[in-house]
């Protein structure tokens, strides 16, 4: 775990915040992030968390995500306004950081490119000028991460992707909300972006040790025929 997120493990596997007041920060692949368009309240008060729901079948109100910051920019019209550009093995996030988000924002303007770099931050979708709903971060802390650290988040990224794909029971007001939102969602394509995203991991370590790759471990995380196409 980096050490921008300070939490416990749980039994089902996900992070849970020392500070019990404090949503569960997810763990997600670009990959199934970029799909990712729906966001609701659960009830009408005004500062209500707003979740993101990812069609694995899961809300989210904050994500831990962990990459290579390849790309920083000033995108704002007057003031500050830094987008940062971090990539993953299944795609790329981007994050959003001005006046309000002070920290990170300093973090980004001194950054050294590439590097790799570790997140905590709340999802926002907004509409494109095409029409097309996008998926952004606003950081809550971000900091720099060695390599070993970056493939742990690529790890257990990969095991929760697998959990919820594979929970036999799925929350039924999220089951319900994918069904409506995500009505052809496909399962399988986030089980091969687990894999791509543990081959990237092993590919390293093979390069830098000279290793053989064994492909029994990637096979553990085969789509299986009976795979659907929804969340059950």
């Known amino acids: 775990m980096s050490q921008n997120e300070s939490t416990q493990s749980s039994g089902s596997g996900e992070e849970q915040p020392q500070n019990s007041g404090r949503e569960v920060a997810r763990r997600v692949f670009a990959r199934e992030l970029e ?16 979740y993101l729901l990812l069609p694995t079948g899961e809300k989210a109100n904050r994500l831990f995500i962990a990459g290579t910051l390849t790309e920083v920019n000033d995108v704002g019209s007057e003031d500050e306004y ?11 996030f981007f994050a959003y950081a001005g006046k309000y988000q002070p920290e990170a924002a300093s973090f980004l303007r001194q950054a050294q490119t590439p590097c790799y770099v570790a997140m ?53 007001q999220c089951n319900q909300l994918v069904n409506e939102h995500y ?36 096979d553990e995380t085969q789509p299986s025929a009976e795979a659907g196409s929804g969340v059950k």
């Open 183 to 218: 009505p052809n969602v496909d399962l399988p394509a986030y089980k091969e972006a687990v894999i791509t995203a543990i081959q990237s991991t092993m590919d390293a370590e093979s390069e830098s040790e000279g290793e053989q790759i064994n492909p029994e471990i990637v």
């Open 35 to 50: 799909d990712a368009t729906f966001t609701f309240k659960e009830s009408d008060d005004e500062r209500a968390p707003v």
């Open 120 to 172: 905590t931050g709340k999802p926002r979708t907004y509409d494109s000028d095409d029409g097309e709903t996008l998926v952004s971060l606003r950081p809550e802390q971000i900091n720099e991460v060695d390599e070993a650290t970056r493939t742990k988040w690529v790890l257990e990224t990969a095991d929760q992707t697998i959990d919820r794909i594979e929970a036999d029971e799925p929350s039924d």
């Open 82 to 92: 830094l987008q940062a550009r971090i990539v993953g093995p299944t795609g790329t």
